[in-house]
């Protein structure tokens, strides 16, 4: 705390304390705030022109603070201990949670609305229309949007956000990753807005108590947008229903509230460590009790072929091609996140200044999906990847790309944190203080899903091992010429030609199935040819 006090301070020094009262603190939160209090207030004091922090000062730092932790469904004295700040001397009593969805600029929104009306084809127009129609008239449907990249899928969610505040109604973005939510006006995370748990069961409900600031906004709500819909366990969809019943005093499915989920479901499901493929589908939102009554609507008009005036046949080709390649009607690639660690190793370049590493003896061959390697190489300049959600509405959450060093238009101080893998992989806990950050020269295939590239190299050295690994690979860009795919064994370092692509097609299709057929591998000769690519600096 004291190394940052010598960098910052005002907001972003009391960004650093809740993020070290959320993520690093286990106990002894009181003595920490005794310890630092005097050195949150620097800005209130310049703008109250006193020399020491008062009461009235301390009171803005918690109410700071309080704002801070509540966006990740915290509470300063319930989960912390220190004290409750006066309301008396907060300017806007209205609690923070609700005043983030219900303050607007209504002109700029009907401005928005207005300006995109004109620019939708005909199936966004329905989609548009299914969704108001039930926002309007209280019929509560549950309306899922299958949409292929390039369909204009985010842009018809922003606008039917805009259009319902605009219309005065309270609108909740939720996506179900850190990265997509940033994509949404407005948006967070599904588990941070409904207070899910992160490990469930079947019979899970939400932390919301019956009076908190989030149950009155779940009791205002009108629309509520689920993105990625497709990563999600139906657990946590379930869990969100029995919340948003109780809540809300009604038995229609999440008390009533018009739900849209959105999504392309040629991409990767939900992870079940070590699960077979019975598994993997049986956590599918589709393998839900709730899925029968979702409205199901689809987008196929690719909007970026529709804007290339140059290359159409191509790009059209390109679009086919990945369609097909996500049904399963052709195949082809992978990679894991053991290679990627070693690839990024291997593009960092050694040189005289040193490395921060954090080296162990056996600890240090452990390396969980949710936790950077215990040895990392940070160096001024390094592109590195955020693991943990710490500010959302600034595009710090996890996946996002940063850049170590001075940035121009915000500094991001990150703090060591203690991790502990959620999937509980070994016959002890681990607990790890560290940096949530790894390198991002590369990074697999699972983490670039939601991310839109300009160019892509894909380094397989292993075949794909579940459903739409290559789907989601091949579509982070939207011209085929900005994709180039190196396939090598691992052994031997000699060049494929044919390459696997796994697709669950039961999972394409409006019901799952329970029965366990084969995996639906197809083998298909390599379409890409070799081809040099001018990657930019």
């Known amino acids: 705390m004291e190394e940052a006090a010598n960098v910052t301070f005002g907001p972003a020094l009391r960004e650093v304390f809740a993020n070290m009262l959320m993520f690093v603190l286990r106990g002894e939160h009181l003595q920490f705030w005794e310890r630092h209090k005097c050195v949150h207030g620097e800005d209130f004091m ?3 022109a006193v020399n020491e922090p008062d009461e009235n000062i301390l009171n803005q730092v918690l109410l700071d603070l309080k704002d801070q932790v509540e966006r990740h469904g915290f509470t300063l004295s319930g989960h912390f201990g220190l004290p409750k700040p006066n309301p008396l001397h907060d300017h806007n009593q209205t609690p923070r949670i609700i005043q983030h969805e219900i303050e607007h600029n209504m002109e700029e929104l009907k401005a928005n609305s207005t300006h995109t009306e004109n620019r939708l084809n005909h199936e966004q127009q329905t989609v548009i229309k299914t969704v108001m ?34 219309e005065g109604k309270v609108a909740l973005a939720t996506a179900v990753s850190g990265i997509a939510a940033t994509l949404l006006p407005k948006g967070t995370t599904f588990h941070s807005r409904t207070k899910c748990p992160l490990i469930l069961t079947d019979e899970s409900t939400c932390s919301v108590s019956e009076h908190d600031s989030t149950a009155t906004l779940i009791r205002m709500t009108y629309l509520m947008v689920v993105d990625e819909v497709t990563i ?35 991409q990767i499901r939900t992870v079940v460590p070590h699960g077979s493929r019975i598994e993997i589908i049986g956590r599918c939102c589709k393998s839900s009790y709730l899925w029968k009554n979702v409205e199901t609507l689809h987008l196929t008009e690719n909007m970026r072929i529709s804007q290339a005036a140059e290359h159409q046949q191509a790009e059209e080709d390109f ?22 660690i070693k690839l990024n190793d291997t593009l960092t370049i050694p040189d005289s200044e040193g490395h921060h590493m954090h ?12 936790m950077p390697p215990h040895r990392i190489t940070l160096k001024v300049g390094m592109v590195i990847m955020l693991l943990q959600n710490f500010d959302q509405q600034n595009g710090h959450c996890n996946v996002a790309k940063s850049v170590i060093g001075v940035n121009a238009g915000h500094a991001l ?35 670039s899903q939601g991310q839109s590239l300009e160019h892509v190299g894909v380094f397989c050295t292993r075949d794909f091992f579940s459903h739409g690994q290559f789907y989601v690979a091949a579509s982070r860009v939207g011209r085929s010429n900005r994709i180039c795919i190196l396939a090598l ?46 990657l930019p600096d």
């Open 319 to 340: 679009a086919r091609f990945l369609l097909d390649l996500g049904e399963a009607k052709i195949s082809v690639v992978p990679e894991e996140g053991e290679f990627a």
């Open 413 to 447: 101080l990150i703090p060591r944190i203690t991790l502990i893998p959620s999937d509980n992989i070994f016959p002890f806990t681990l607990r790890r203080k560290q940096f949530p950050v790894r390198p991002c020269f590369a990074m697999t295939v699972n983490k």
């Open 133 to 166: 129609e039930s926002v309007e008239k209280g019929l509560g449907k549950m309306i899922a949007l299958d949409a292929s990249g390039g369909t204009g899928k985010t842009f018809i969610l922003c606008h039917i956000l805009n259009k319902v505040r605009a």
């Open 46 to 48: 310049h703008r109250a």
């Open 359 to 370: 080296p162990t003896e056996f600890l240090n061959t452990l390396c969980p999906s949710e």
């Open 489 to 534: 064994d691992e052994e031997t370092e000699e060049k494929h030609h044919f390459l696997s692509n796994v697709v669950f097609s039961e999972v394409l299709t409006q019901k799952t199935h329970s029965d366990n057929k084969p995996f639906h591998t197809v083998l298909w000769k390599f379409m890409f040819q070799p081809r040099k690519i001018n």
């Open 232 to 266: 999600m366990d139906r657990r946590a969809l379930e869990a969100a229903d029995r919340t948003f019943q109780w809540l809300r005093g009604s038995a229609e499915p999440f008390g009533g509230i018009t739900v849209v989920f959105s999504g392309d479901w040629r």
